[in-house]
């Protein structure tokens, strides 16, 4: 690319009417003018600009002239370039990528994506957390969205689901309700972006169906480590359809091939100061280095029979299906392979609509499913400003389309020729016509029944599940829902609200209720009234502990390597090769971001400087120092932080003998245990990381937390 200075006093610089005395505004030495392969600006008119730099004024000193037409368009639109942010679901990401058919469903459904295997669709994906706003930070407590557009052959698909298989309330109508209740409260608009505070807790106590919702929420399922190592589901259960209309009960799920990984609290709260961005840049530099993310799609298929004999109805979407009793059957792989050339463009402009579904796949009756696929279409309008939405590239569905709607703001297609109505008698050029065999066909289910405003009886049950939940998860898994628990109900202040979550805790599991009234120092309530009795205990599930559905290799995972000057060159080489071979990625934090002269003279640059990369952004960390550089860090607060905070986070510890002195400071020594690792050879190096597939040493937590003991 050429760029050609440009000097004070140019013409392009000066006030119109002045000798060339006046100053030229911005730009000086290194101001660019168009020319080469440099286009030249242009007014949104296209009319070629001279100066983008001042305003046309009269006299250098003089007031403005209205007659600025380049001025005022350019103001104008700055001044109308925000629009409403999504109501829940604010703060999100975007990536594109491609699904890929690996198991014909054509025996279930006639949906064009799943005849063909190997036949790959193009897709948009929007991950999302849910309470904060637009510029909040990514590691709230939170569910995350995991929305996805196919672009079908025949329209657009959105599957627009959540990290966590159910939710909170059966029926829309109490949707306004819950959310206002988890955002920030109307007086004070705080707290930002976070469940832990009295309206949530309110709501959710009197509304005793969120609690399978809720043990999820204070699982750390709610603090994913990234988007690429959390599940997906689609909630609902849909229908699928095949070519005689005959329709299959389905439930879907995404299962990343990277399997699940989360962080710890303590983290988290720290990763949103150090990196409020934390899970985009990660989603971000895996797709840009060429790690692409991916997911298989499952689906659990089932019939009335199924339906009919299942402890739970199948359309309330505080329940879910077991894998143990529908297994889940992998028939697709989602990958991202594109980050968006525009954010606004494609992330905030891509609109999700429940009610997006091609033929072949269908509603059911879930009450929040039939409430969703009103309010989704409607909130695009408010959004995006125009019906014509769908006419934004990212939302436009890449098959051919037809029909006879027109006009509306900012229309970029109409129907072409005469007849734009139907019927007509204009033959082919009268425009498109419907298909009754290729078009989609809602599912002919026989309704009957009052008119009424009521729940069913099969929904009543607001506990056996939340309990199956509880005694699914590993030791540590439950200690951390305890811990979340007692968390947020400290930050409530009323404490009638505290108890009354308590009291429906007693229906999940008596040792959670103890463990939270006792971190809260609250006599144990009565339990509270049921609306009906819990089902006996049913067996706990492997499929919903993180911690036994973990990676087990340390892929895609990152080092954090804090280096010195003088640190030993063999080391950091061995290690740097035994994290490439793992398919891991290392970040090189130093004293000076200038970087550091390894021990043969070797200079290597840093990533992070010390303060600005602490040790909750990396999965594991190693210190490899020189005495001299030991002795440094040894001094530096923010080295010693970068040790106890891994220490504390029961994270894997690589470090060279030299790092004595900085774990001395740091009050480590008499700690250090069996994922604190030594290095002095290239072998110990290779056991560090053999050692990191754990993720974490989650023994060491009882020693690290006051709560475990
Ligand atoms: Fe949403 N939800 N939702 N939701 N939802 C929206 O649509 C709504 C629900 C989900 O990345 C909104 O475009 C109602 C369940 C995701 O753009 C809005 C109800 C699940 C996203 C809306 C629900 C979701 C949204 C806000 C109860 C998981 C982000 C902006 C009946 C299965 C999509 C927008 C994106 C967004 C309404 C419940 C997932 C207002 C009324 C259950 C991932 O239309």
Redesign the pocket.
């Given at each position: 690319m050429s760029t050609k200075a440009k000097k004070s006093g140019d013409k392009a610089g000066t006030a119109p009417g002045t000798s060339g005395e006046a100053h030229p505004g911005a730009g000086g030495e290194t101001h660019q003018v168009a020319g080469g392969d440099v286009a030249t600006l242009t007014t949104a008119q296209g009319a070629p600009v001279a100066d983008d730099q001042n305003t046309l004024r009269y006299g250098p000193r003089g007031p403005a002239l209205m007659e600025d037409f380049h001025f005022r368009e350019k103001i104008f639109h700055f001044d109308h370039e925000r629009i409403p942010e999504?109501?829940?679901?604010a703060r999100?990401y975007g990536a594109h990528g491609y699904f890929e058919l690996t198991d014909s469903l054509q025996d279930v459904t006639r949906a064009d994506i799943f005849q063909r295997v190997g036949e790959r669709t193009p897709a948009f994906v929007?991950f999302?957390t849910v309470a904060g706003a637009k510029g909040s930070f990514d590691l709230a407590r939170d569910v995350r969205?995991?929305?996805v557009k196919f672009y079908t052959q025949e329209g657009n698909w959105d599957l627009?689901?959540?990290n966590i298989p159910v939710?909170f309330?059966q029926d829309?109508i109490k949707?306004p309700d819950m959310v206002h209740a988890v955002k920030p409260a109307p007086d004070r608009d705080f707290p930002q972006a976070q469940s832990a505070h009295d309206n949530f807790w309110d709501f959710v106590s009197l509304t005793p169906e969120s609690f399978h919702m809720i043990m999820w929420v204070m699982s750390d399922r709610a603090i994913p480590r990234s988007f690429r190592f959390m599940e997906g589901?689609?909630?609902?259960t849909f229908r699928f359809l095949d070519a005689r209309n005959r329709s299959t009960f389905v439930k879907f799920h995404w299962k990343p091939k990277m399997r699940l990984q989360s962080v710890v609290w303590n983290e988290a709260v720290k990763i949103n100061g150090a990196d409020p961005d934390f899970h985009r840049r990660d989603l971000w530099d895996a797709i840009t280095s060429g790690d692409f993310p991916e997911w298989e799609l499952g689906v659990q298929l089932f019939d009335d029979a199924f339906a009919e004999k299942f402890a739970f109805d199948v359309l309330d979407?505080t329940k879910l299906i077991p894998e143990e009793e529908i297994p889940v059957r992998i028939v697709g792989r989602l990958v991202l392979d594109r980050v968006v050339d525009n954010f606004f463009a494609e992330t905030e402009q891509?609109?999700?609509c429940t009610q997006n579904v091609p033929p072949g796949i269908d509603f059911s009756n879930d009450p929040?499913l039939q409430?969703?696929n009103f309010?989704?279409l409607d909130?695009?309008v408010k959004?995006l400003g125009s019906p014509n939405f769908t006419h934004i590239p990212i939302n436009a569905p890449k098959c051919p389309m037809a029909h006879f709607q027109q006009d509306g703001h900012m229309a970029m297609r109409n129907p072409i020729g005469r007849a734009n109505y139907e019927p007509n008698s204009w033959g082919a050029a009268g425009g498109p016509r419907e298909d009754p065999i290729r078009g989609f066909r809602s599912f002919a289910a026989e309704e009957t029944g009052p008119k009424v405003r009521l729940r069913p009886e099969s929904f009543a049950d607001h506990y056996s599940q939340a309990r199956q939940f509880v005694i699914s998860q590993t030791p540590i898994e439950r200690k951390h829902i305890g811990d979340a628990i007692t968390f947020e109900l400290s930050k409530v202040e009323r404490p009638e609200i505290r108890a009354r979550v308590v009291s429906h805790l007693r229906h999940v599991d008596e040792d959670l209720a103890r463990t939270v009234a006792n971190g809260l120092g609250l006599k144990l309530p009565e339990p509270a009234k049921a609306a009906r009795p819990v089902i006996a205990d049913l067996p706990p599930s492997d499929a919903l502990s993180i911690v036994r559905n973990g990676p087990d290799s340390f892929a895609g995972r990152k080092f954090g390597i804090l280096l010195t000057d003088g640190a030993d060159a063999a080391l950091f080489d061995a290690l740097v090769t035994a994290a490439e071979t793992e398919n891991a990625v290392y970040a090189i934090v130093a004293p000076k971001i200038g970087g550091v002269t390894l021990s043969d003279g070797r200079a290597v640059a840093a990533q992070q400087k010390i303060d600005g990369g602490p040790s909750v952004l990396f999965d594991a960390v190693a210190v490899i120092a020189s005495p001299d550089g030991a002795a440094l860090l040894a001094g530096d607060a923010a080295a010693r932080d970068f040790v106890t905070d891994a220490f504390a986070h029961c994270k894997f510890i690589g470090y060279t003998p030299e790092a004595n002195a900085l774990f001395a400071r740091a009050g480590l020594a008499d700690d250090l245990d069996d994922a604190c690792i030594l290095m002095e050879t290239a072998d110990d190096v290779e056991d560090f990381v053999a050692s990191c597939r754990a993720l974490r040493f989650w023994d060491r937590e009882s020693k690290v937390d006051l709560d475990a003991g």
């Amino acid at each position: 690319m050429s760029t050609k200075a440009k000097k004070s006093g140019d013409k392009a610089g000066t006030a119109p009417g002045t000798s060339g005395e006046a100053h030229p505004g911005a730009g000086g030495e290194t101001h660019q003018v168009a020319g080469g392969d440099v286009a030249t600006l242009t007014t949104a008119q296209g009319a070629p600009v001279a100066d983008d730099q001042n305003t046309l004024r009269y006299g250098p000193r003089g007031p403005a002239l209205m007659e600025d037409f380049h001025f005022r368009e350019k103001i104008f639109h700055f001044d109308h370039e925000r629009i409403p942010e999504r109501v829940v679901h604010a703060r999100g990401y975007g990536a594109h990528g491609y699904f890929e058919l690996t198991d014909s469903l054509q025996d279930v459904t006639r949906a064009d994506i799943f005849q063909r295997v190997g036949e790959r669709t193009p897709a948009f994906v929007r991950f999302s957390t849910v309470a904060g706003a637009k510029g909040s930070f990514d590691l709230a407590r939170d569910v995350r969205g995991f929305a996805v557009k196919f672009y079908t052959q025949e329209g657009n698909w959105d599957l627009v689901g959540n990290n966590i298989p159910v939710f909170f309330i059966q029926d829309a109508i109490k949707f306004p309700d819950m959310v206002h209740a988890v955002k920030p409260a109307p007086d004070r608009d705080f707290p930002q972006a976070q469940s832990a505070h009295d309206n949530f807790w309110d709501f959710v106590s009197l509304t005793p169906e969120s609690f399978h919702m809720i043990m999820w929420v204070m699982s750390d399922r709610a603090i994913p480590r990234s988007f690429r190592f959390m599940e997906g589901f689609g909630v609902h259960t849909f229908r699928f359809l095949d070519a005689r209309n005959r329709s299959t009960f389905v439930k879907f799920h995404w299962k990343p091939k990277m399997r699940l990984q989360s962080v710890v609290w303590n983290e988290a709260v720290k990763i949103n100061g150090a990196d409020p961005d934390f899970h985009r840049r990660d989603l971000w530099d895996a797709i840009t280095s060429g790690d692409f993310p991916e997911w298989e799609l499952g689906v659990q298929l089932f019939d009335d029979a199924f339906a009919e004999k299942f402890a739970f109805d199948v359309l309330d979407p505080t329940k879910l299906i077991p894998e143990e009793e529908i297994p889940v059957r992998i028939v697709g792989r989602l990958v991202l392979d594109r980050v968006v050339d525009n954010f606004f463009a494609e992330t905030e402009q891509v609109a999700f609509c429940t009610q997006n579904v091609p033929p072949g796949i269908d509603f059911s009756n879930d009450p929040l499913l039939q409430g969703r696929n009103f309010s989704y279409l409607d909130t695009q309008v408010k959004r995006l400003g125009s019906p014509n939405f769908t006419h934004i590239p990212i939302n436009a569905p890449k098959c051919p389309m037809a029909h006879f709607q027109q006009d509306g703001h900012m229309a970029m297609r109409n129907p072409i020729g005469r007849a734009n109505y139907e019927p007509n008698s204009w033959g082919a050029a009268g425009g498109p016509r419907e298909d009754p065999i290729r078009g989609f066909r809602s599912f002919a289910a026989e309704e009957t029944g009052p008119k009424v405003r009521l729940r069913p009886e099969s929904f009543a049950d607001h506990y056996s599940q939340a309990r199956q939940f509880v005694i699914s998860q590993t030791p540590i898994e439950r200690k951390h829902i305890g811990d979340a628990i007692t968390f947020e109900l400290s930050k409530v202040e009323r404490p009638e609200i505290r108890a009354r979550v308590v009291s429906h805790l007693r229906h999940v599991d008596e040792d959670l209720a103890r463990t939270v009234a006792n971190g809260l120092g609250l006599k144990l309530p009565e339990p509270a009234k049921a609306a009906r009795p819990v089902i006996a205990d049913l067996p706990p599930s492997d499929a919903l502990s993180i911690v036994r559905n973990g990676p087990d290799s340390f892929a895609g995972r990152k080092f954090g390597i804090l280096l010195t000057d003088g640190a030993d060159a063999a080391l950091f080489d061995a290690l740097v090769t035994a994290a490439e071979t793992e398919n891991a990625v290392y970040a090189i934090v130093a004293p000076k971001i200038g970087g550091v002269t390894l021990s043969d003279g070797r200079a290597v640059a840093a990533q992070q400087k010390i303060d600005g990369g602490p040790s909750v952004l990396f999965d594991a960390v190693a210190v490899i120092a020189s005495p001299d550089g030991a002795a440094l860090l040894a001094g530096d607060a923010a080295a010693r932080d970068f040790v106890t905070d891994a220490f504390a986070h029961c994270k894997f510890i690589g470090y060279t003998p030299e790092a004595n002195a900085l774990f001395a400071r740091a009050g480590l020594a008499d700690d250090l245990d069996d994922a604190c690792i030594l290095m002095e050879t290239a072998d110990d190096v290779e056991d560090f990381v053999a050692s990191c597939r754990a993720l974490r040493f989650w023994d060491r937590e009882s020693k690290v937390d006051l709560d475990a003991g």
